[in-house]
């Protein structure tokens, strides 16, 4: 669990900050990736070190180690953070924030097109601790201070939206929910630090999923919470009295990961930009929800806040469900699968009922994309092969 000053700006180009983690492979015989340091218990050199133990690096594996901290740093310069929290899953880097702010009797602002599970932790659990959950429109901006009250501990967003991909104005957000005493957060893991740092934008807590872009492998659950100075020292209480932290073996496959990253990106983003553009001109096609094509509602507020795009959209089908079910059955190449982010291409029907404002399209049916690693050409024909099914 990394504890130290915030990095200064780094001048290195992102692919080269990605491939170079601030780890010196002298420390290590000259190896260029670290050890994968698996262990929970750590020998003390003395009793007086025992007792002092909480001044010490490493006193225990739950803690992490030399594995743990490597990764830890690297995300703390990409993001600009104090300090960041590895977890087990995307879900726990969640659950775990909401976790550490928020007290029976509270109020919390989550937006509705927030990730489904994220809703369900809600209702779940923070409902039984007797904390007030209201959901508030993505596009509220600095106007959610209307919705602010007295007891209002926490601002959680996303962006873009979960699915529907809506653009919020970040910093009118965290202004407004700080100046009424809230901490914000904001789950990252479309974009990733390489398109949008949300410290950078007054966000006090960067949610990723390491699960996606990061990992890239579909082979992998992990979590991050990076957090800004003065909210790290109650995240870094809250997960050490939760006793959550991520394995070293699967440490080092996201280290290996982010190597990579930079490339990745740059062929989902070109080639669901290509498809997107292509689908947008189809006549069996209602509408195509991708922040970065400029047909997109909130494509200027997008260019504003984001430098790039990844490999997750969304498109509505002129169709019934019975046809949305013929499209995706037809499918050979993309998956019909969960999670996103890895080198496959993948898609799934969505479902909105749980949404009380940002309830999306409102006709046709909503299918998400992720585009994967493969040859544009043979996603394309994929895709019409499940048009052609659609229509019967």
Request: proline fraction near 6%; aromatic fraction near 8%; charge should be negative.
């Amino acid at each position: 669990m990394s504890d130290k000053t915030r990095p200064e700006p780094d001048e290195r180009r992102i692919d080269t900050r990605l491939v170079h983690p601030p780890y010196d492979p002298m420390s290590m015989h000259g190896f260029v990736n670290p050890p994968i340091v698996r262990g929970s218990t750590v020998l003390f050199e003395s009793t007086a070190a025992m007792l002092g133990r909480k001044d010490l690096k490493y006193s225990y594996g739950l803690a992490g180690t030399p594995t743990t901290t490597v990764l830890e740093d690297q995300l703390n310069e990409l993001e600009g953070s104090f300090g960041t929290a590895l977890v087990p899953s995307g879900l726990a880097a969640v659950t775990l924030p909401l976790l550490a702010f928020a007290s029976a009797g509270d109020h919390v602002l989550i937006v509705d097109s927030v990730y489904a599970p994220t809703r369900s932790f809600c209702r779940q659990v923070l409902e039984r601790m007797n904390v007030t959950v209201e959901y508030y429109d993505p596009y509220v901006g600095a106007g959610i201070a209307d919705l602010m009250r007295p007891e209002t501990s926490i601002v959680f967003l996303e962006a873009p939206g979960s699915n529907t991909f809506e653009i919020q104005d970040v910093r009118a957000i965290c202004d407004a929910a700080h100046k009424g005493g809230a901490v914000t957060m904001l789950d990252n893991t479309w974009a990733t630090p390489v398109f949008f740092r949300p410290l950078d934008h007054g966000v006090d807590l960067s949610i990723h999923a390491l699960t996606k872009y990061p990992g890239g492998h579909s082979d992998l659950l992990m979590g991050s919470v990076s957090a800004s100075e003065r909210t790290w020292g109650e995240l870094l209480k809250t997960q050490t009295a939760l006793g959550i932290n991520a394995t070293p073996d699967d440490i080092s496959l996201v280290l290996r990961g982010l190597k990579t990253m930079g490339i990745r990106l740059r062929h989902h983003e070109k080639v669901a930009l290509d498809l997107a553009g292509w689908l947008e001109t189809r006549s069996d096609v209602l509408s195509v929800l991708h922040p970065a094509l400029p047909s997109f509602k909130d494509h200027a507020a997008f260019k504003r806040q984001f430098t790039g795009s990844t490999g997750l959209f969304s498109l509505v089908l002129d169709c019934e469900p019975a046809g949305a079910n013929r499209f995706l059955d037809a499918l050979r190449i993309f998956g019909l699968g969960y999670s996103w982010g890895g080198h496959e291409s993948l898609a799934v029907s969505v479902d909105l009922s749980d949404r009380t404002i940002a309830k999306g399209p409102g006709q046709g049916a909503l299918i998400r994309l992720q585009i994967g690693l493969e040859d544009m050409e043979d996603l394309k024909a994929d895709l019409e092969r499940g048009f052609a099914a659609m229509a019967g």
